[in-house]
């Protein structure tokens, strides 16, 4: 495994922080063990991030395509009578 050393300076505010988070009374035994907590939690939510604009990416397409085949309704302006009419025409197969 490839490993790198990461030195950072701290303010103190910062650096006091750190020290409640770590030790007999912290959450973390070490604050490289804090840190490394930190990065990998940054990494899963930037993941997240990625993978929701990918699916939103997708169903912009989606709705594309569903227009460009005439898929769509009108809107009556009521959301309740859009979904019992776009129901409606789904269970037809858009005819």
Partial sequence: MISDRINAR???PLAKFVARMVGEDGLYETPSEYI???IRR????RN???MQANQL???VLQGYRDI???RYIDSMGD???DMALFEK???EGWK
């Fill in 68 to 70: 460009s085949a005439g």
């Fill in 10 to 12: 701290l303010s103190a």
């Fill in 36 to 38: 490394r907590d930190l």
């Fill in 79 to 81: 959301f309740k009578s």
């Fill in 57 to 59: 990416g997708e169903a």
């Fill in 89 to 91: 025409r789904e269970a």
């Fill in 48 to 50: 997240d991030i990625e």
């Fill in 42 to 45: 940054d990494m899963e939510k």
